[in-house]
């Protein structure tokens, strides 16, 4: 009769044990992101100037080695970190496919260029 309590009492607890870890893990999984994704947490538009817009955004990314956060095709993505490094912006491919990617003279961003001649001007602070 002892030895059955026994028994069931180290069941439980390694019940228990295993739900605690359980709940654990869900909670440090919940809000952490994919190896190798970014996602926008902020994006601010000024547009009180004519003619002009002004966008700020904030991106979170989970990078790998040898990457850092970077913008490929208008979208927050991991980069090959060379490419920052180097400050040659266009070969992250930033602009979407129908525009024309263009260095700023200082290497301090890009310009994309769209058929109509509209030009988007990114800078990295």
Do not use: Y
């Not at 602009?95 to 001649?117: F, I, M, R």
Request: with cysteine; hydrophobic share 40%; net charge positive.
């Amino acid at each position: 009769m002892q030895l059955l309590r026994v028994a069931w009492a180290l069941t439980g607890a390694a019940i228990c044990c295993f739900l605690i870890l359980l709940i654990h893990s869900r909670l440090l999984k919940e809000g952490q992101l994919a190896a190798g994704t970014c996602e926008i947490v902020t994006l601010n538009k000024d547009s009180s100037q004519p003619r002009r817009t002004i966008a700020r955004q904030t991106a979170r990314c989970a990078c790998k080695k040898g990457q850092i956060a970077g913008t490929t095709r208008a979208r927050p993505a991991c980069v090959d970190a060379g490419i920052v490094r180097k400050r040659q912006w266009c070969e992250m491919v930033p602009c979407l496919e129908d525009e024309g990617c263009d260095l700023l003279v200082n290497k301090s961003g890009w310009t994309c260029t769209q058929p109509g001649g509209r030009v988007k001007t990114t800078t990295v602070s």
